[in-house]
DNA sequence: ACAAAAGTGTTCTCCTTACACCCATGA
DNA sequence: TCATGGGTGTAAGGAGAACACTTTTGT
């Protein structure tokens, strides 16, 4: 190691995610119970001490993979939270990040440092261990606004999908109502879904339309953006 | 230390600001020159070590304070850049941070480790060292964006000012322009604004009138957001 | 046949945009 | 008095919001 950094003192580094899914719908937060101090018996947010030779959003999906069995995942960073006591084991600062996923898709396993891997309803959350409220409640603010400007809501339903399933995941996470109409012509207008048929009949009232993602269209309005106002 | 932390690889932590000024009619970014390896002579953000007892926000404003001479400005937490080789001492990670400064307000002051410490019109830089150039493309995304929904614009303005230099700013950093009576409108509707009076007559024409902010009203509107789509 | 949820099109209103003339000052 | 930039209001167009009836299925 170099003797210039080695002048100053150097904290830990941890890699926490925040990771949403949304089922039955639930918009859902992935936690783990640790069994080891500090905290031990609490739920925290997945995550890990970053390694030297790799970057941070690395370290993120090796936490993903490994503790939680989640891969090729939409993952951005998030912020990195420093509070000089927020572990009390000395300084560490969390570089968290947020992620998104269909959480149909993955079967969970917890891994050797945890007792179980579990969504919890975001809005039924148990005791948080170490910052952790804290971060996801900054999570919480990102979903909100991202979801205003990137048709984000969409890595978080299995297609195919219906409409009213989409327009339930945006009224959760924007805790409002829209006009089912108004929301159909909104939706459609931004060219990304396709319909496919009629939902099979298992439904208990009429069946809704099925619909995919259009991902060249997709991809577009992700990296371009949408101004979602309804 | 604690031991259960150093069974893990630490790497270091700087602090690095960018920081955006305004003045005479120009959009500018504050860099210093170094005067130690590596990068010595090459322009870079103005960062510092992490000391171990502090947030990376106080050491952001440690840095302004004590290697330029800035104190009390609008301040937030931009990203943590943590590519493994961005650095050519060892692995370290910049927690970087986004400053908005009424650039008149402040005479500069170059510390020991900076040659000179200068503000660079923003959209000619000289070269840069490690991956600052990187930063600050991500400032300045963050900056217009921030731009539409908080009326950050006026933390880089000296009031009093005149609402052609306040349109003049906009237009600079989102690289437009826009209709002046309309401009005037949506400004006025936010109701930050209050008239002054008349610039004393030392301009080459018509002089503008002048303004100030409605403090209440515009720490209001720091928080709940605006909407400016002009 | 009835209850429950889904599909669809039109009207009105308000916000956004486009646009032109008069005014104050310095030279 | 003239050139330059600053101040102001109105009219037309478009996007958003409000709104009701018909359709499909299971019981």
Same mark, same amino acid.
């Given at each position: 190691?170099?003797?210039?950094?080695?002048?100053?003192?150097?904290?830990?580094?941890?890699?926490? =995610?925040?990771?949403?899914?949304?089922?039955?719908?639930?918009?859902? #937060?992935? *936690?783990?119970?640790? +069994?080891?101090? @500090?905290?031990?018996?609490?739920?925290? !947010?997945?995550?890990?001490?970053?390694?030297?030779?790799?970057? =941070?959003?690395?370290?993120?999906?090796?936490?993903?993979?490994?503790?939680?069995?989640?891969?090729?995942?939409?993952?951005?960073? !998030?912020?990195?939270?420093?509070?000089?006591?927020?572990?009390?084991?000395?300084?560490? *600062?969390?570089?968290?990040?947020?992620? %998104?996923?269909?959480?149909?898709?993955?079967?969970?396993?917890?891994?050797?440092?945890?007792?179980?891997?579990?969504?919890?309803?975001?809005?039924?959350? @148990?005791?948080?261990?170490?910052?952790?409220?804290?971060?996801?409640?900054?999570?919480?603010?990102? %979903?909100?606004?991202?979801?205003?400007?990137?048709? #984000?809501?969409?890595?978080? !339903?299995?297609? @195919?999908?219906?409409?009213?399933?989409?327009?339930?995941?945006?009224?959760? #996470? *924007?805790?409002?109502?829209?006009?089912?109409? +108004?929301?159909?012509?909104?939706?459609?207008?931004?060219?990304?879904?396709?319909?496919?048929?009629?939902?099979?009949?298992?439904?208990?009232?009429?069946?809704?339309?099925?619909?995919?993602?259009?991902?060249?269209?997709?991809?577009?309005?992700?990296?371009?953006?949408?101004?979602?106002? #309804?």
């Amino acid at each position: 190691m170099n003797q210039a950094l080695d002048q100053y003192p150097k904290p830990s580094v941890t890699v926490d =995610c925040v990771i949403f899914g949304y089922a039955a719908g639930q918009l859902s #937060i992935l *936690l783990m119970q640790r +069994n080891e101090a @500090p905290f031990a018996g609490s739920w925290t !947010l997945p995550g890990g001490f970053l390694q030297l030779d790799e970057t =941070c959003e690395a370290a993120a999906k090796r936490v993903l993979s490994t503790k939680t069995n989640i891969n090729d995942v939409f993952l951005e960073q !998030l912020y990195t939270f420093d509070r000089p006591a927020r572990d009390p084991r000395g300084r560490v *600062l969390s570089v968290s990040y947020f992620a %998104l996923v269909n959480s149909e898709q993955f079967s969970l396993a917890a891994g050797q440092a945890a007792r179980d891997v579990r969504w919890w309803p975001w809005e039924q959350l @148990p005791e948080l261990g170490f910052d952790h409220a804290e971060i996801i409640a900054k999570a919480i603010d990102r %979903l909100r606004s991202k979801v205003l400007w990137q048709p #984000i809501g969409f890595e978080l !339903l299995t297609p @195919p999908f219906t409409m009213p399933e989409l327009q339930n995941l945006y009224e959760s #996470i *924007l805790k409002t109502t829209f006009d089912r109409r +108004n929301f159909h012509k909104r939706i459609m207008g931004l060219g990304i879904l396709q319909h496919v048929g009629v939902r099979r009949a298992n439904e208990r009232r009429r069946p809704a339309d099925l619909f995919v993602f259009d991902e060249q269209q997709y991809h577009n309005l992700l990296q371009k953006g949408l101004e979602f106002k #309804i």
